[in-house]
């Protein structure tokens, strides 16, 4: 299979998307995790298939218009960003997916144990342990999808803790 994929943050399923003969872009806050990503590709075979781009979510991606068939984030969203943000990121995937293209992003919900523990921020972002995160009701799941075909939204948990989360599969109309 091929097709270009936008990865935005460091996320694990890289390798996958790039030996499956997906060409990965990924993006990340951190020059050095970059470093160490490309680092990894080499030892997996697969730097040829993966760049990286140093990348503040706030801003546009560095990306064209209609110029890839899908989009993942892994708790990319949930960072301390207002939800005027997390909309205009959604509106950046938007812009960079080709018609029909997909955006699979993972997010904490508000069922997390660490929901409404720790320091209020306000707009459902509560930090806790030094790291503050921003909780989805599913209310603003439902919204990010506005104008999107939403496919499916899979509940799931990961760590210790555990988090929970939701894996959202979303589409762009033909």
């Not at 760049?51 to 899908?70: E, F, Q, Y």
């Not at 969203?77 to 005027?84: P, Y």
């Not at 955006?103 to 144990?113: E, F, K, M, P, Q």
């Amino acid at each position: 299979m091929q097709g270009a994929l936008s990865c935005v943050l460091s996320c694990t399923p890289i390798w996958y998307f790039a030996r499956e003969g997906f060409t990965v872009q990924a993006t990340d806050f951190s020059a050095t995790g970059l470093e160490q990503l490309q680092g990894a590709a080499r030892a997996q075979n697969v730097d040829g298939r993966v760049t990286t781009a140093v990348h503040d979510v706030r801003d546009p991606l560095p990306l064209p218009d209609a110029s890839v068939d899908a989009v993942f984030a892994h708790m990319l969203l949930c960072m301390a960003l207002t939800t005027k943000e997390i909309h205009a990121a959604v509106g950046e995937v938007r812009r960079v997916l080709r018609p029909g293209g997909t955006y699979v992003y993972t997010v904490r919900h508000t069922g997390d144990a660490h929901y409404g523990a720790g320091t209020a921020h306000g707009d459902d972002i509560f930090e806790h342990g030094g790291f503050a995160v921003h909780f989805f009701p599913r209310g603003l799941v439902d919204s990010l999808g506005d104008g999107w075909t939403l496919n499916e939204v899979h509940p799931f948990e990961e760590g210790d803790l555990p988090r929970r989360l939701w894996r959202v599969t979303q589409a762009l109309p033909r």
